[in-house]
């Protein structure tokens, strides 16, 4: 429904910087956000999309030199 927590953490990167950027399958961006990790590089970060169609997006977290890419799917 849009709604979800991204949960997980960076290892060592206390209070880094992290980007996150939800992408759909046409490379349109439509979320970004920056938010600070926690002790231990632990991030939970609560996502609200709203109104977004069904299907397919990316998930991209990055910070410093480190990035993951994610497929997710919206139902």
Same mark, same amino acid.
């Given at each position: 429904?849009?709604?979800?927590?991204?949960?997980?953490?960076?290892?060592?990167?206390? =209070?880094?910087?992290?980007?996150?950027? *939800?992408? #759909?399958?046409?490379?349109?961006? @439509?979320? %970004?956000?920056?938010?600070?990790?926690?002790?231990?590089?632990?991030?939970?970060?609560?996502?609200?999309?709203? =109104?977004?169609?069904?299907?397919?997006? *990316?998930? #991209?977290?990055?910070?410093?030199? @480190?990035? %993951?890419?994610?497929?997710?799917?919206?139902?």
């Amino acid at each position: 429904n849009g709604a979800f927590t991204i949960k997980g953490s960076l290892g060592n990167a206390d =209070n880094a910087e992290v980007s996150l950027e *939800i992408t #759909n399958m046409l490379g349109q961006v @439509v979320y %970004k956000n920056k938010v600070m990790s926690a002790t231990g590089g632990a991030i939970n970060e609560k996502v609200r999309l709203g =109104n977004i169609a069904t299907g397919m997006y *990316i998930l #991209n977290v990055g910070t410093g030199n @480190v990035s %993951k890419t994610i497929h997710i799917e919206i139902q």
